[in-house]
């Protein structure tokens, strides 16, 4: 059975490579039958996405990844296509050795890559090099094959891993294959789905390889795919009290767009009412913008008070900003013990002076934010973005959502998420200042912070793919996303 992407299970690399086991230990399937229902699954995705397909160039590597690739090939061989073989090595692993040889009798003569080896005129390269097993960065011959792929331009077919790719954490170490399809098999490893690697996957068809269900059950995933949602219609008789009110605290002076986006993006997204927080100055400017948000002017704490009492949600930290002012407004907004959303300055003031949240909290870090958390830096996070994410959840006690491509969403208890939208139009100023507001809108009218941050980055995101769809990725602007999440909101499809 194939399935595209939405609402899936996720696993590890370790779970996946013990499911891989099991199957042969605990269900009788030894790995040459998988091996072989993995390379029919991978060629019939082939002749589905490239029908014209006469030629192919098979790059296989020395583990099982590479005996996927040897039966494939003499399945393409079977069916009349011209192949050409590319071997990194002879196969360290009895089953890859099996295929070989039976590539050999389809007929195929396996060629050793070499340095500077020129490459066929094919339609198609299957990319059977490394998968799950890959220890380290790509580096001497591989890396140079893997240069020379790319170098060639043909659309590239990976089997269940692009090679190159960590498939547990999503990281790219080294040079890597970019495919225009993946192939996984038997379960979705969580790491082909966040970071560096969705750049390198192009859409990820999962293949169960007709395996029983039982072998998955036994083992809890780490992780789910969202699922597409947005809100049940609301009662006929509600009122605007019902729907929580909203205080967002922001906006330095030279800042005043981060907070009005966080705001507008608060009232789009069904906030009873709106408050903002925010220097005298940026008052009329923000009545005559958005009249439905209620502004008010607070250059100290004293002005802040009343408002904290009447609001039942915050959002702290768009255009905050660092300084006294910022400060002292943080630290009363936190002390209040109100639920609330913390991005931006809001999270660098935490840096500085962490706590456990006691209420119910979100954090919305991007990954330079999370590292100030974590007193890391950013490539240690991005090197496991799961591990990242975890940990901040652990230990400020607040559901956390560490932004980027395939943002995640952890909560304290551990359980972790995966958003499958967005794209890069939406690395743009304002785009998280937007999801603050999304978020504690949600928070407000009712869900927990899990639900809240799981549905919010979900229509942020998928709201960010509307916009891009209709004129394109670059020069995309949070703005232009209030549309689509209002319309995504109330339940209309993305599609
Ligand atoms: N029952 C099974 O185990 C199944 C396995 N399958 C395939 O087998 C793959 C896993 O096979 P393996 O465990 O053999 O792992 P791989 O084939 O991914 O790679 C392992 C080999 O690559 C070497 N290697 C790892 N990183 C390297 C690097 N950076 N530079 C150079 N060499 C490196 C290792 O020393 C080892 O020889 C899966 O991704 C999948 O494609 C599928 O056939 C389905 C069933
Ligand atoms: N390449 C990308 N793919 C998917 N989503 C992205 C990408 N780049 C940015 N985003 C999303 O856009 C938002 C940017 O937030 P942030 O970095 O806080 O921006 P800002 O501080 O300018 O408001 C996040 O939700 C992030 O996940
Ligand atoms: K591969």
């Known amino acids: 059975m194939q399935i595209d992407r939405a609402d899936l299970d996720l696993y590890t690399v370790e779970q996946a490579r013990m499911l891989d086991r099991r199957a042969s230990e605990a269900f009788g399937m030894p790995g040459y039958t998988l091996m072989r229902r993995a390379a029919s699954a991978a060629f019939a995705a082939l002749l589905g996405r490239w029908p014209q397909a006469r030629r192919l160039l098979v790059c296989c590597g020395p583990g099982n990844n590479g005996g996927d690739g040897y039966q494939l090939a003499a399945l393409a061989c079977d069916r009349g296509l011209e192949v050409t ?8 692993s009895g089953d890859a050795g099996r295929a070989r040889a039976a ?80 192939v996984t098999f ?93 220097r005298g100055a940026h008052l009329s400017a923000l009545n005559a913008a958005r009249p439905e948000l209620m ?22 930290g768009p255009g905050l900003g660092q300084g006294a002012w910022g400060h002292a407004l943080w630290l009363t907004a936190l002390d209040s013990g109100k639920p609330l959303v913390l991005d931006a300055d809001g999270l660098n003031l935490l840096a500085r002076a962490p706590r456990r949240f006691t209420q119910p909290a979100v954090l919305t870090p991007h990954p330079g934010e999370a590292a100030r958390l974590l007193g890391g830096d950013v490539a240690e996070v991005q090197a496991d973005r799961f591990a990242a994410a975890r940990a901040l959840a652990a230990r400020y006690q607040a559901v956390v959502v560490l932004k980027g491509a395939g943002s995640l969403i952890a909560a304290p208890d551990g359980r972790l998420a995966v958003c499958p939208w967005g ?9 998280g200042d937007l999801l603050t507001g999304v978020i504690a809108a949600l928070l407000a009218q009712h869900l927990t912070p899990w639900q809240a941050a799981c549905l919010g980055v979900g229509l942020h995101a998928r709201a960010g793919d509307l916009a891009a769809a209709e004129a394109g990725e670059r020069g995309l602007i949070a703005s232009d996303l209030l549309l689509p999440l209002r319309r995504l909101l109330n339940g209309a499809p993305s599609t």
């Open 103 to 182: 590539c050999v009798e389809a007929g195929l003569t396996p060629v050793r890559w070499q340095l500077g080896m020129s490459l066929p005129e094919v339609e198609v390269i299957v990319d059977a090099l490394f998968g799950t097993g890959l220890k380290r960065a790509l580096e001497g011959e591989a890396a140079a094959l893997v240069q020379a792929l790319a170098a060639h331009g043909a659309p590239v077919l990976a089997l269940d891993v692009p090679s190159g790719v960590n498939a547990d954490t999503g990281e790219v170490p080294g040079p890597a294959v970019r495919a225009a399809l993946t």
């Open 295 to 316: 502004a008010h002017a607070v250059e100290g704490v004293s002005e802040l008070g009343p408002l904290l009492a009447r609001a039942t949600t915050l959002a702290v």
């Open 85 to 92: 073989l590319i071997e990194l090595a002879a196969p360290a």
């Open 186 to 278: 038997i379960v979705a490893k969580r790491g082909l789905y966040t970071g560096a690697a969705p750049a390198h996957t192009g859409p990820v068809w999962l293949d169960d390889l007709a395996l029983p269900a039982a072998l998955r059950e036994a083992l809890a995933p780490d992780a789910r795919l969202l699922a597409s949602a947005g809100l049940p219609p609301r009662a006929r008789d509600a009122h605007k009290g019902d729907n929580g009110h909203v205080l967002a605290v922001g906006g330095e002076h030279g800042t005043a767009g981060a907070i009005r986006l966080c705001g507008e993006a608060a009232l789009r997204c069904g906030a009873g009412l709106v408050s903002v927080a925010t």
């Open 423 to 431: 794209n890069p139009g939406m690395a743009s100023g304002g785009m």
